[in-house]
């Protein structure tokens, strides 16, 4: 019988990563008088945690940012560490009047369970709230398509417009609109301090325990009122995840949510790699796996010398337009594995389960959305979260729009913020499962 696996996942010669490490020497990764706390493998090798903390994104140096605490783990999630006031410079690039725009800094989890520490950007309009009950929380969970700190909205939040922030941080302008509908905003930097791109679960917890830090910092702007959040490629991954995991993880905070919008979203990693291995989305796929791997370093013992080179330069890095240019070289995952068949590892085998989140509904109703001719997601994948979802008893809603991954984002952005702001008024989601 013909498999209908794409051949880009297929093995190739054994031989092959054999004579890769015999061609390309090993990277010079430092040797470490103590292992950094962000970098320690319970029961891991030494030689493991230095290579985790070498490819680890570099220091901006900026202390909110760059510093973890001592005493994490005493901590509980949502705990705040820091607090600070960002209005001058946030709030010229929302162009919205703010009454506040503070960044805080938080205990969150890891992927794997382990402390950890997230970062957000909560704004509060100056427009004050005349609606029923408190005033309504929109999570803005922006398209962090990145390896780098730089590359987070809240450092372009604290530090101003730069080379490395994404455009998607303010456009389409889902935060300005919600603040001058008087919602207060949240906007995590739900990579967390790994800048773990593309992990589930460390984007659901940084998502929620931003929603747990900020109604400690400000109860009245943020403990009480309705939630919604929206999330688009990148984003929609911690979207997607918040929305399964809230019940479970933050069950004092998931009755407030009341709806998540999720678009373009990478649901099915097994599937994207059939997508973007070898070819020109291979720098986007290579970065996303840099990203799980810096939460799930089991992923770096399978990596050859060569990928360890690029894991380990100034790539570790990247932000989203360099991300893409490296698609250029159409790298073959198989070329950076010492397995020759690496997409058919327990290794991977673990990832793909793991990071579909199978069989866990989401506790909110759902807009899911997505472009129809998309290259790299398959709308297939959302297609099929619209379906498992259904099955599983949720509220959803699906719309597909006949443009493309970049376009989807603005051609989509009406219904997105109608379906929103409809939640915040108070009024039902409709059930469109059959």
Sequence with gaps: MASAEPPNLTAIQPNIPGEIDA????????????????????????????????????????RFFDHWPADLAGRKPGDLIA???????????????????????????????????????????????????????VINNTPIVALGTTCTPGYTFSHGYNDDTNSTDLFPPLTQLALDRGYAVIVPDHTGARMA???????????????????????????????????????????NAASRLASSYAPDQAGRFVGAAIGGVPADYRALAGAMNANLASGVYHSAMLGVARERPEILEMSNHAARWLATSPLRDLCTGDMGKLGISHMPTQLLSVDPDPFHTPVAEHIFDVTSMSGQKATMPLFIYHGAYEWWIPAAQARALFEEQCELGATASYREYPI?????VFTSFPDVATWLDRRLQGIPATNECR
Excluded: C
């Design 83 to 137: 607090t600070r006031d960002v209005t001058p410079v946030a709030g010229f690039l929302v162009t919205v009047p703010l009454r506040s725009a503070r960044q805080v800094k938080f205990r969150t989890t890891d992927a794997t369970g382990g402390p950890l520490f997230g970062t957000a950007t909560l704004f509060v309009p100056r427009k004050q709230w005349t609606g029923p009950g408190p005033r309504p929380v």
């Design 197 to 239: 791109y593309a992990e589930p679960y460390v984007g659901a917890h940084v998502v929620l325990d931003s929603v747990r830090a900020a109604a400690k910092l400000d109860p009245k702007e943020f403990g009480r009122g309705p939630i919604v959040m929206n999330g688009y490629s990148g984003g929609a991954i911690a979207t």
């Design 404 to 408: 493309e991954h970049i376009t989807a």
């Design 23 to 62: 061609v390309v020497p090993p990277p010079p990764i430092k040797k470490l008088k103590r292992i950094p706390q962000r970098s320690r493998i319970e029961g891991g090798s030494r030689e493991l945690q230095e290579l985790r903390e070498a490819v680890m994104p570099s220091p901006v140096g900026d």
